[in-house]
C-alpha cells in the first residue's frame, strides 16, 4: 500500500512539473532582419520573395494558421483518455459536528438484583439474574464530531470518451477551419505580392525618368556652353543666353524632386518588403525587362482580332449592342448592366472563367463548408453522451500530522497488538451517459442562427461573383486604355526627341531661333514625363488585372 500511494504521489508531483515546463514553453518569435552596410541585389522576384519570409504583417497572418492547427490539436485532445492525480491535505481545526440520536443506540432494560438474591450469593448459592423492563427519561439529539483532526487523500482518475456527436462533427470542421487559415494566409501573401510588384515598377519608373533628366541636364549643359560661347563672339543676344540659363535651373530642380520621389520609392519598396530602412538595396531589373508586349498582351485581353473581338476566333463575332425590345426600360438596364459586368464578352468567354482561381471564392466556399458543420454540430448537441470513468485512490486521518503522515496500512498494529491503520483505499469504474431531454428550445434557436448563418454565406456567392465580372471587366478596359495612352505617348516622345533634335541642329546652324530650342526642350520633358506615367500605368494595371484573374501569385510562384 505504502508503494502505490508514493507511486501516486509521484504522478501528482510529474504532472506538475510537466504543466510548468508546457507554460514555460513559447514559440520563437520571428527574427527581424537586421540592416547591414552592403548593398542588397534585388530583383524582381528576389524582392517577392524577401517579402514573403519577412513582411510582418504577414508573418502575424502565419501566426493565426499555427493558432489553427494548435486548434485542431485541442479538439482532437478531447477524445483522447484524460487522466488526473489529486492530492489533498486538510487540517480540520474546527471538526463539524452532527446531531445524532442516542436514544436509537440502546434499549429501556436492566438487570434486576434484590436483597434475597444477594443473601443466597454471600451463602455460596447460584443466582438467576433477570432482565426487567425500567422507566429511562427521552435524551434529546446530540451533537457529535465524526473524524479526526488531519486528513488526507490522492487518487487518480481516468474518463475516455465513447461517443459524442459534437466531436465527430468538430473533428471535421477543426480541419475546415484549418484550411481556412491557410487560404487566409494565401490571401495575405497575394496582397503582399501586388504591393511590392507596384513598389518595385514604381521604382524601376522613378529610376529610369532620374536618369533621363540628368541626361536632359547634361544636354542642356552643352547647349548653354555653346550659346555662351557663341553670345562672347556676338552672334547671338544676352536674352538668349538667360532664357537657357532659366530652363536649365528649372530642370535641375524639376531633378531634384525626382531624387527626392525616387528616395521615397525605395522607401516605399523597403516597407513593403519588411526590409530596414537603413539597409541600402540595388534594383538588378531593368524598366526595358518589365516592359510589356503589348500586342501579345492585347491578344490574351481578347481586343486583338477586330472581327471576333477577343483572341479566340472560336467565340464567334464582335457582339452587337442588344436590339431594343419594345421600350421595356428594365430589361434594357439588366443587358447594359450584364454587358458592363461581362466586358461584352460572349457567353462563352464569360461561362469560362474559373472563379475558383479568385482565393475569395475559394475563401468563401472553406466559409460555407464551415457553416454547415456547424448547424450539423448544433443539430448533434441532442445526440447523447456517453464517456467511461475509473478512480483509485487512498484516503487517510489522524489527530497529528506526524501520525497521519505514518502511512499505516491494513497489516500496521500497536503496541497492545490492536490494528491501527489510518490510510484506507478506495476504486471504481462506471459509465456516464447524459441525454439531453429539454434545454428550454436553446438549441432551437441556435440551429435557426446557424441556418441563417449558412444562407446569409450563400447569399454571398453572388455578389461575389459579381463583383469578381465587374473587377474582371474593369482590369482589362484598364489595362487596354493603359497600352493605348503608353502606344500614344511613345509616339508622341518620338516625335517630340526628333522635333528637340531638329531645333538645337538649327539653332547651332543659325538659322532657329533660342526660343524654338526651349520651346522643344519643354515639350520634349513634358512627353518623358507623360511617357514614364503611361508606363507605370500600364505596369500597374497589368498588376491588377493578374489579381483579378488570379494568376498574380500564381505567375509569382512559377
Given at each position: 500500500?505504502?508503494?502505490?500511494?508514493?507511486?501516486l504521489?509521484?504522478l501528482?508531483?510529474?504532472?506538475?512539473?510537466?504543466l510548468?515546463?508546457l507554460?514555460?514553453?513559447?514559440p520563437?518569435?520571428?527574427q527581424?532582419?537586421?540592416?547591414?552596410?552592403?548593398?542588397?541585389?534585388?530583383s524582381l522576384?528576389?524582392a517577392?520573395d524577401?517579402a514573403?519570409?519577412?513582411?510582418?504583417s504577414?508573418?502575424?497572418?502565419r501566426?493565426?494558421?499555427?493558432?489553427?492547427?494548435?486548434?485542431?490539436?485541442?479538439?482532437?485532445?478531447?477524445?483522447?483518455?484524460?487522466?488526473?492525480?489529486?492530492a489533498?491535505?486538510?487540517?480540520?481545526?474546527?471538526?463539524?459536528?452532527?446531531?445524532?440520536d442516542?436514544?436509537?443506540?440502546?434499549?429501556?432494560?436492566?438487570?434486576?438484583l434484590?436483597?434475597?438474591d444477594?443473601?443466597?450469593?454471600?451463602?455460596?448459592q447460584?443466582?438467576?439474574l433477570?432482565?426487567?423492563?425500567?422507566?429511562?427519561?427521552p435524551?434529546?439529539?446530540?451533537?457529535l464530531a465524526f473524524?479526526?483532526q488531519?486528513?488526507?487523500?490522492?487518487?487518480?482518475?481516468?474518463?475516455q470518451?465513447?461517443?459524442?456527436?459534437?466531436?465527430?462533427?468538430?473533428?471535421?470542421a477543426?480541419?475546415?477551419?484549418e484550411?481556412l487559415?491557410?487560404?487566409?494566409?494565401?490571401?495575405?501573401e497575394?496582397?503582399?505580392?501586388?504591393?511590392v510588384?507596384?513598389a518595385?515598377?514604381?521604382t524601376?519608373?522613378?529610376?529610369?525618368?532620374?536618369?533621363l533628366?540628368?541626361?536632359?541636364v547634361q544636354?542642356?549643359?552643352?547647349l548653354l556652353?555653346?550659346?555662351q560661347?557663341?553670345?562672347k563672339?556676338?552672334f547671338?543676344?544676352?536674352l538668349?543666353?538667360?532664357?537657357?540659363?532659366?530652363?536649365r535651373?528649372?530642370l535641375?530642380v524639376?531633378?531634384?524632386k525626382?531624387?527626392?520621389?525616387?528616395?521615397?520609392?525605395?522607401?516605399?519598396?523597403?516597407?513593403q518588403?519588411?526590409?530596414?530602412?537603413e539597409?541600402?538595396?540595388t534594383?538588378?531589373?531593368q524598366l526595358?525587362?518589365?516592359?510589356v508586349d503589348a500586342?501579345?498582351l492585347?491578344?490574351?485581353?481578347?481586343?486583338?482580332n477586330?472581327?471576333?473581338?477577343?483572341?479566340?476566333?472560336s467565340?464567334?463575332?464582335?457582339?452587337?449592342?442588344?436590339?431594343?425590345?419594345?421600350g421595356?426600360a428594365?430589361?434594357?438596364?439588366?443587358q447594359?448592366q450584364q454587358s458592363?459586368?461581362?466586358?461584352?464578352?460572349?457567353?462563352?468567354?464569360?461561362?469560362?472563367f474559373?472563379?475558383?482561381?479568385r482565393?475569395?471564392f475559394?475563401t468563401?466556399?472553406?466559409q460555407?463548408a464551415l457553416a454547415?458543420?456547424?448547424l450539423a454540430?448544433?443539430?448533434a448537441?441532442?445526440?447523447?453522451?456517453?464517456?467511461?470513468?475509473?478512480?483509485?485512490?487512498?484516503?487517510?486521518?489522524?489527530?497529528n500530522p506526524?501520525n497521519?503522515?505514518?502511512?499505516?496500512?491494513?497489516?500496521?498494529?500497536?503496541?497492545?497488538?490492536f490494528?491501527?491503520q489510518?490510510?484506507f483505499g478506495f476504486?471504481?469504474i462506471?459509465?456516464?451517459?447524459?441525454?439531453?431531454?429539454?434545454?428550454?428550445?436553446?438549441?432551437?434557436y441556435?440551429?435557426?442562427?446557424a441556418?441563417?448563418?449558412?444562407?446569409?454565406?450563400?447569399?454571398?456567392?453572388e455578389?461575389?461573383r459579381q463583383?469578381?465580372?465587374l473587377?474582371?471587366?474593369?482590369?482589362r478596359?484598364?489595362?487596354?486604355?493603359?497600352?493605348d495612352?503608353l502606344?500614344?505617348q511613345r509616339?508622341?516622345?518620338?516625335?517630340?526627341?526628333?522635333?528637340?533634335?531638329?531645333?538645337?541642329?538649327?539653332f547651332?546652324?543659325?538659322v532657329?531661333?533660342?526660343?524654338?530650342v526651349?520651346?522643344a526642350?519643354?515639350?520634349?520633358?513634358?512627353?518623358?514625363?507623360?511617357?514614364?506615367?503611361?508606363?507605370?500605368?500600364?505596369?500597374?494595371?497589368?498588376?491588377d488585372r493578374?489579381?483579378?484573374t488570379?494568376e498574380?501569385?500564381?505567375?509569382?510562384?512559377?
Amino acid at each position: 500500500m505504502n508503494k502505490a500511494f508514493r507511486l501516486l504521489l509521484l504522478l501528482a508531483a510529474l504532472g506538475y512539473l510537466g504543466l510548468h515546463q508546457l507554460l514555460a514553453q513559447t514559440p520563437a518569435p520571428g527574427q527581424a532582419p537586421v540592416a547591414s552596410g552592403v548593398p542588397m541585389s534585388l530583383s524582381l522576384q528576389q524582392a517577392v520573395d524577401f517579402a514573403l519570409k519577412n513582411k510582418s504583417s504577414l508573418m502575424a497572418t502565419r501566426l493565426g494558421e499555427q493558432t489553427a492547427h494548435a486548434r485542431v490539436g485541442e479538439i482532437r485532445s478531447a477524445g483522447l483518455p484524460q487522466v488526473n492525480v489529486t492530492a489533498n491535505l486538510a487540517d480540520n481545526f474546527k471538526l463539524q459536528k452532527s446531531l445524532v440520536d442516542v436514544g436509537a443506540f440502546g434499549g429501556s432494560t436492566a438487570t434486576q438484583l434484590t436483597p434475597n438474591d444477594v443473601t443466597k450469593a454471600q451463602s455460596g448459592q447460584s443466582v438467576n439474574l433477570q432482565q426487567v423492563q425500567v422507566e429511562r427519561a427521552p435524551l434529546p439529539p446530540q451533537a457529535l464530531a465524526f473524524g479526526l483532526q488531519w486528513a488526507g487523500n490522492t487518487s487518480a482518475s481516468v474518463s475516455q470518451l465513447l461517443f459524442d456527436g459534437s466531436y465527430l462533427i468538430g473533428l471535421k470542421a477543426a480541419k475546415v477551419y484549418e484550411d481556412l487559415a491557410k487560404k487566409q494566409t494565401q490571401q495575405a501573401e497575394i496582397d503582399v505580392v501586388e504591393q511590392v510588384q507596384k513598389a518595385y515598377y514604381s521604382t524601376l519608373v522613378a529610376r529610369a525618368r532620374l536618369e533621363l533628366l540628368a541626361r536632359n541636364v547634361q544636354r542642356l549643359d552643352t547647349l548653354l556652353y555653346q550659346t555662351q560661347a557663341t553670345f562672347k563672339e556676338g552672334f547671338v543676344e544676352k536674352l538668349d543666353v538667360d532664357r537657357l540659363r532659366v530652363q536649365r535651373n528649372n530642370l535641375v530642380v524639376e531633378q531634384q524632386k525626382a531624387q527626392r520621389l525616387t528616395e521615397l520609392s525605395v522607401a516605399l519598396l523597403k516597407f513593403q518588403m519588411g526590409l530596414p530602412q537603413e539597409q541600402p538595396v540595388t534594383l538588378t531589373d531593368q524598366l526595358d525587362g518589365a516592359v510589356v508586349d503589348a500586342s501579345a498582351l492585347r491578344q490574351r485581353l481578347g481586343v486583338a482580332n477586330f472581327n471576333t473581338g477577343s483572341g479566340d476566333r472560336s467565340l464567334g463575332g464582335v457582339p452587337s449592342a442588344p436590339a431594343p425590345t419594345g421600350g421595356n426600360a428594365a430589361d434594357q438596364a439588366r443587358q447594359d448592366q450584364q454587358s458592363a459586368l461581362t466586358g461584352a464578352r460572349p457567353s462563352q468567354a464569360a461561362a469560362a472563367f474559373n472563379y475558383n482561381n479568385r482565393i475569395e471564392f475559394s475563401t468563401l466556399e472553406t466559409q460555407q463548408a464551415l457553416a454547415g458543420l456547424d448547424l450539423a454540430n448544433r443539430r448533434a448537441g441532442a445526440y447523447p453522451r456517453l464517456v467511461a470513468t475509473a478512480a483509485y485512490g487512498f484516503n487517510g486521518s489522524a489527530i497529528n500530522p506526524s501520525n497521519l503522515f505514518a502511512f499505516r496500512g491494513p497489516n500496521s498494529v500497536d503496541g497492545n497488538g490492536f490494528p491501527n491503520q489510518n490510510w484506507f483505499g478506495f476504486g471504481n469504474i462506471g459509465l456516464s451517459l447524459q441525454i439531453p431531454v429539454f434545454d428550454g428550445f436553446r438549441r432551437k434557436y441556435q440551429v435557426q442562427q446557424a441556418r441563417i448563418q449558412q444562407q446569409t454565406i450563400e447569399r454571398g456567392f453572388e455578389t461575389l461573383r459579381q463583383s469578381i465580372d465587374l473587377q474582371d471587366a474593369q482590369s482589362r478596359t484598364t489595362l487596354v486604355n493603359a497600352l493605348d495612352v503608353l502606344d500614344n505617348q511613345r509616339a508622341n516622345l518620338d516625335l517630340a526627341t526628333d522635333v528637340a533634335r531638329v531645333s538645337r541642329i538649327k539653332f547651332q546652324e543659325g538659322v532657329g531661333s533660342n526660343l524654338e530650342v526651349i520651346t522643344a526642350e519643354t515639350d520634349l520633358r513634358s512627353a518623358q514625363t507623360n511617357y514614364y506615367a503611361a508606363l507605370y500605368d500600364v505596369l500597374v494595371a497589368k498588376v491588377d488585372r493578374d489579381k483579378a484573374t488570379g494568376e498574380l501569385f500564381t505567375q509569382t510562384k512559377k
